[in-house]
């Protein structure tokens, strides 16, 4: 006789978060967890798939913008500047 297990097996992987948003992941699960109406316990993953599919096109070029540093906003400058100026080295 053997003992099979009828449990499908998730791959599981390591992000790296900062302590406050952990925090309120963790809050917010609790929360969740608490009010759940099924018996199915809500996982993190289930949480961050589903955040992901509401980011919208606006939602990522925000995010995006915020990755901008000054260094390049200087070379964005220059560049649009080297088109309007041919002669700029």
């Given at each position: 006789m053997t003992n099979k297990s009828n449990k499908k097996t998730t791959k599981l992987s390591t992000i790296r978060v900062n302590e406050e948003l952990a925090q309120k992941l963790q809050d917010e699960?609790?929360?969740?967890?608490?009010?759940?109406?099924?018996?199915?316990?809500?996982?993190?993953?289930?949480v961050l798939l589903l955040a992901i599919n509401q980011l919208s096109d606006e939602l990522r070029d925000t995010l995006c913008r915020q990755t901008v540093t000054s260094e390049d906003r200087q070379k964005i400058a220059f560049k649009s500047y080297k088109m309007k100026n041919r002669t700029a080295t």
């Amino acid at each position: 006789m053997t003992n099979k297990s009828n449990k499908k097996t998730t791959k599981l992987s390591t992000i790296r978060v900062n302590e406050e948003l952990a925090q309120k992941l963790q809050d917010e699960l609790l929360s969740l967890n608490k009010t759940k109406k099924g018996s199915k316990k809500i996982m993190a993953s289930d949480v961050l798939l589903l955040a992901i599919n509401q980011l919208s096109d606006e939602l990522r070029d925000t995010l995006c913008r915020q990755t901008v540093t000054s260094e390049d906003r200087q070379k964005i400058a220059f560049k649009s500047y080297k088109m309007k100026n041919r002669t700029a080295t």
